[in-house]
């Protein structure tokens, strides 16, 4: 069974920068996962950030980027604010008959 | 602007169905492939379904696979999810999504609904 595995959680200084990432138990992450990253505040549906590596939606502020960092994927948020305070999830593509696995998720704390 | 709106959720007895709708509305529903995520309470994503923009092509996570059902009517702008013997661990807010393009399957999201399977 496929596992995708992100920090369960994080804290940062508002200003500061941080960057999440997201494993695969199958190997390196490389862009043919074509890793999507999510934000989701409490009570709130998930927003998509990011798509295909490090496309931003026309929605996304410029304070988020994503890349591939040492057979990972990872999003990173420079100039953090305080409503950057989420869950962050990764989504991985597999193919297949079960096509996409999504992380576990990561806390971010802003303090 | 792209809406998308999830009804019938609800609770339901272990072993029970229930018919989840997704109602789209803001962009041209036949061109996009659909998807079905859901979240248990006080946990993460999970996907759930796919489906493609002619319902050529149908996926399901291992969890509900032989259960859930996902369909479509392209003329109604409606999106489906039958689920039959459900189970407990099937409790959860169940969102539908809308393809982006561009490798981004889950780029719109409705607000989701909760399905409860407790006796």
């Known amino acids: 069974q496929t596992v995708v595995t992100q920090e369960p959680s994080l804290t940062v200084s508002p200003g500061g920068t941080v960057t999440l990432t997201c494993a695969s138990s199958t190997g390196a992450v490389t862009s043919g996962y074509y890793p999507n990253w999510f934000q989701q505040k409490p009570g709130q549906a998930p927003r998509a950030l990011i798509y295909s590596t490090s496309n931003k939606h026309s929605w996304t502020p410029a304070r988020f980027s994503g890349s591939l960092l040492g057979g990972k994927a990872a999003l990173t948020l420079s100039g953090v604010q305080p409503e950057d305070e989420a869950e962050y999830y990764c989504?991985?593509?597999?193919?297949?008959?079960?096509?996409?696995?999504f992380g576990g998720g990561t806390k971010l704390t802003v303090l | 602007e792209v809406q998308l709106v999830e009804s019938g959720g609800g609770l339901v007895k272990p072993g029970g169905s229930l018919r989840l709708s997704c109602a789209a509305s803001?962009?041209?529903?036949?061109?996009?492939?659909m998807n079905w995520v859901r979240q248990a309470p006080g946990k993460g994503l999970e996907w759930v379904s796919s489906?493609?923009?002619?319902?050529?092509?149908?996926y399901y996570a291992d969890s509900v696979k032989g259960r859930f059902t996902i369909s479509r009517d392209n003329a109604k702008n409606s999106l489906y999810l039958q689920m039959n013997s459900l189970r407990a661990e099937d409790t959860a807010v169940y969102y539908c999504?809308?393809?982006?393009?561009?490798?981004?399957?889950?780029?719109?999201w409705g607000q989701g609904t909760l399905v409860t399977v407790s006796s």
């Open positions: 999504a809308r393809d982006y393009g561009g490798n981004s399957p889950l780029g719109y």
């Open positions: 989504l991985l593509y597999y193919g297949g008959a079960q096509p996409w696995v």
């Open positions: 803001g962009f041209t529903f036949s061109s996009y492939s």
């Open positions: 489906i493609s923009s002619s319902s050529s092509y149908i």
